[in-house]
């Protein structure tokens, strides 16, 4: 369920940044299938208009026996090892999960392909 909800929300970030007919040309140079690139574009623009609460589909309810933290601090450092931080200041979201959160934080681009990570 997190796995899939983080690609979700990778794959809607780069489709996003990524030339409306050219999905098929990204989804080689990342690793992700068109569909789930086409489906994250579609989400990102429902939760930019505010038709969606979150980027992410989370598709039943949170297990009481979740995920270690050692697990979620390790896909944190895998995250950090693969991405760079934007260097424009202009590249920065507010919190999707937060509205009240008015803190911006900055993009960090993919710098790997996904299925190099996952391996």
């Not at 780069?14 to 569909?35: F, Q, T, Y």
């Not at 489906?39 to 979740?66: A, N, Q």
């Amino acid at each position: 369920n997190h796995v899939r909800a983080a690609q979700q929300a990778v794959c809607a970030a780069i489709a996003n940044a990524a030339p409306p007919r050219k999905l098929h040309v990204i989804s080689e140079a990342v690793g992700a299938p068109v569909d789930r690139l086409s489906e994250g574009r579609k989400h990102w623009s429902e939760w930019v208009s505010g038709d969606r609460e979150s980027i992410m589909d989370l598709r039943s309810k949170i297990r009481s026996d979740g995920m270690p933290e050692e697990w979620i601090e390790l896909a944190i450092n895998v995250w950090k090892d693969s991405t760079r931080r934007s260097e424009r200041a202009k590249d920065s979201l507010r919190n999707p999960s937060d509205k009240s959160d008015k803190r911006l934080y900055r993009i960090h681009w993919l710098e790997v392909r996904i299925r190099d990570i996952l391996e």
